[in-house]
């Protein structure tokens, strides 16, 4: 049997293909089968089910790139259904999930395991990312065609980067050999170590342990160097410096397959938002300097920086209870990245569309997804958005089970009111 | 007894390499093998032809097939054939390649095999020694005698190789089998294609005229041969490929990805096999595509006839 939804009197905002006009929506089954300016204007659609937007902004919903849970093995902190439930809250209509649990997502077996788990428990689509070494130690290659073909859409060792520039050669090489995407982490890991935030007049003040900037810049160069070599197509899951950004944009004027993305937190803060050792900002990257959070917002207007990521990692008290350098980096995110996304639009730096493309058609180019877009034919993945209303963050109220938000008490102006996957409503607000 | 035609067919009185042969010597050679065929197959398979001669076997690399097929074609065509191999020499105790070969010159050899793990082995003792020095492998460099018995395999079952598809799959990178295939193939007017993730895959490869593919199926569509490479243990670890089990997947050779060759394909590997790792068994074992067997013996024929032939040289 035939289920419909109508979706009228809505803004649609469609960044894949740039529309941005008044009008209505049609779903059937779970796929959008009619959409455009005319849609259901004049008339109530005959649909048992129609649903009056008033004016606010249906998009596709939001594709989150990197996202960390606590499953397998930390479940206490975060699990799959429980970072999903934050997504709905969030507008997120799919996850892009790191391998780094426990056990790390390495083997097909676990693949597989963690498809059946997100479509067991999870509200919105979870996208595994597989380990491109095994146990994430940098060593050996994992089985990038199984992996591949048991469905991991991608291939990283989340956020450890890889010290060896000859297993990463290899790796890249092997990668290169089956097409598939690779997503990199930069930092130099012997640059960074035990360091709890950036080099600097206020590292320095409050006597943290800290690392050099360049140690993300530095690797994004070898990176570039070696995806040259090898043909694969590798994803930067964040930058956070204006030296990376500059190296990522020199790469993709030469044409290499190089893709970016920034977190929420890296736009909205920086370092000298620890204040008084605040370890619910201690993050990694740790904040940077003024100058280079404000390169990261130039880097989204301009374009150069593909994606809007939360970075979602979920810690617990017993990991931040903690003081600052021993305390866990890390801040829950998918519940507040659409909000603090649309700061960059009232702050003006760019057009809602724009913004809105970081985290819908960008994504859905970069790992090659039929979601991100509100084109007949596509999944009813969407999200409606209030822009306009106003969001304090207060952790108690964050649906996801971990509540280390680096935005609490943060006063956002926008949140999505309705959540949608396959048509389904997974989060309703109205 | 000698050879019916006693012309030289090899200039050099070494043979180091595929480079550096014409097709006219391959052609030569091939047809020299092919009365070694019949003498092997012969109730009497002894001529006198070396007789007197001496026949050094040098491995520094282990190798039974290649050494017990040298030894066998020297004792068959008369020679004394002696087999030092690595861990019985002095080498094992720290002496320089050079020294060994001042060493062995001094037994006055006629001619002396070698195989070493190291490119330009080969080349750096024929330098050095008196006798005729045969490449039985140098590193990743060449493997000559390999590819002329593939060579005379392919032609007494397909008559020539003018236009013949063949698929080279497996780990070219370390593979000297490869690079002598590929040059006397490409050089006698085959089409060679190589076939391997990328992390097999010599750099440049396309350079010498070859097709590349990492799609195994599509790299076999149309192929008249398909070369299985070995893969050595310690490369499936994750080093150059994840595991045995998904090499097997996309680059073993199996019924599924060998049904994407021309009908009648014929499969070759240069042995020793790793069953279930870069060939099914039932492959492997199928007498109606495999020619491994066949390999076996056109290497006893393709060595008497080198050793014919740069024993016509021998002063």
Redesign the interface.
């Known amino acids: 049997m035939n289920r419909r939804i109508a979706f009228r009197n809505a803004r649609l905002i469609d960044p894949a293909s740039g529309l941005d006009a008044k009008g209505g929506l049609l779903v059937e089954n779970g796929v959008i089968v009619d959409v455009g300016p005319r849609l259901f204007n004049d008339a109530e659609p005959n649909d048992p089910e129609v649903i009056d937007c008033r004016g606010l902004v249906l998009a596709p919903g939001l594709i989150d790139c990197r996202v960390f849970t606590g499953e397998p093995g930390g479940e206490h902190r975060e699990s799959l259904e429980s970072a999903s439930m934050a997504a709905a809250a969030g507008g997120v209509t799919s996850m892009v999930v790191m391998p780094n649990t426990d056990p790390v997502i390495d083997e097909p077996s676990l693949v597989d395991f963690l498809l059946r788990r997100a479509a067991a428990t999870a509200k919105v689509r979870v996208l595994p990312c597989a380990a491109l070494t095994r146990g994430l130690l940098g060593e050996t290659m994992t089985e990038i065609g199984l992996l591949q073909e048991a469905g991991a859409i991608g291939f990283s060792d989340g956020d450890r980067s890889i010290a060896n520039a000859r297993v990463l050669r290899r790796a890249l090489s092997y990668a290169a050999t089956f097409n598939v995407l690779v997503i990199g982490h930069a930092e130099d890991p012997e640059l960074v170590l035990n360091a709890s935030a950036t080099e600097g007049e206020f590292a320095t003040r409050l006597g943290l342990p800290a690392a050099p900037a360049i140690a993300e810049a530095m690797m994004v160069e070898r990176d570039i160097r070696l995806v040259e070599l090898t043909g694969a197509r590798y994803h930067f899951g964040q930058i956070s410096t204006r030296a990376a950004l500059e190296a990522v944009a020199a790469a993709k004027a030469r044409g290499l397959p190089v893709t970016c993305g920034v977190s929420a937190h890296h736009l909205m803060l920086n370092e000298l938002d620890v204040g008084a050792y605040l370890t619910f900002r201690k993050v990694r990257p740790p904040l940077r300097s003024e100058a280079d959070r404000a390169a990261m917002v130039e880097g989204v207007a301009s374009g150069m920086i593909d994606a809007i990521v939360s970075s979602h990692e979920p810690q617990g008290a017993d990991t931040k209870r903690q003081p600052f350098a021993s305390a866990a980096a890390g801040t829950v995110g998918l519940e507040t990245l659409l909000a603090a996304a649309l700061s960059l639009v009232h702050e003006g730096h760019a057009s809602l569309s724009h913004v809105l493309g970081t985290m819908t058609a960008a994504p859905a180019r970069i790992f090659g997804l039929p979601t991100g877009t509100l084109a007949r034919g596509a999944p009813a993945d969407l999200v409606l958005i209030d822009t306009g209303e106003p969001f304090v963050v207060d952790a108690e109220k964050l649906h996801s089970r971990a509540r280390n938000t680096a935005f609490e008490g943060r006063k956002f102006q926008g949140r999505a009111r309705a959540t949608y996957v396959g048509g389904e409503c997974v989060f309703d607000a109205r | 007894m000698t050879s019916p035609d006693a012309t030289p067919i090899l200039k050099s009185s070494h043979l180091l390499g595929i480079e550096g042969l014409s097709p006219f010597q391959i052609t030569a050679l091939l047809d020299l093998a092919e009365t070694y065929v019949v003498q092997g197959r012969a109730t009497d398979k002894k001529t006198a032809l070396l007789k007197g001669r001496t026949l050094i076997n040098l491995f520094f690399e282990s190798s039974t097939r290649t050494q017990s097929s040298f030894e066998l074609a020297g004792k068959r065509l008369g020679a004394d054939v002696m087999n030092m191999s690595v861990k019985t020499s002095s080498v094992a105790k720290g002496e320089t390649l050079i020294d060994t070969a001042s060493t062995l010159n001094a037994m006055r050899p006629d001619i002396l095999v070698v195989r070493h793990q190291d490119a330009g082995a080969a080349e750096l003792l024929s330098r050095k020694l008196d006798c005729s020095v045969i490449n039985a492998g140098d590193g990743a460099h060449e493997h000559p005698t390999q590819a002329l018995l593939d060579a005379l395999t392919i032609r007494r079952r397909l008559g020539g190789f003018e236009g013949l598809v063949v698929a080279i799959c497996g780990d070219v990178l370390h593979s000297r089998v490869a690079r002598s295939n590929l040059r006397l193939l490409s050089m006698m007017g085959a089409r060679v294609r190589l076939v391997a ?3 097999l895959l010599p750099c440049d490869a396309e350079r010498f005229g070859v097709e590349i593919y ?1 799609d195994m199926k599509a790299g076999l569509a149309g192929a008249d041969i398909v070369m299985m490479l070995r893969l050595q243990l310690e490369r499936m ?7 045995a ?2 090499y097997f ?2 680059y073993g050779l199996d019924r599924a990805k060998l049904a994407h060759a021309k009908p009648g394909a014929l499969v070759m590997h240069p042995g020793p096999m790793n069953r279930g790792v870069e060939i099914a068994s039932d492959i492997a074992d199928d007498v109606q595509v495999s020619l491994i067997a066949e390999q076996v013996e056109m290497g006893v024929a393709i060595r008497m006839a080198i050793l014919d032939a740069l024993s016509r040289g021998l002063s």
Do not use: I
């Open positions: 993730p990328r992390t990492t670890s994750g080093a150059f490929v994840p595991s089990r998904e997947r996309f």
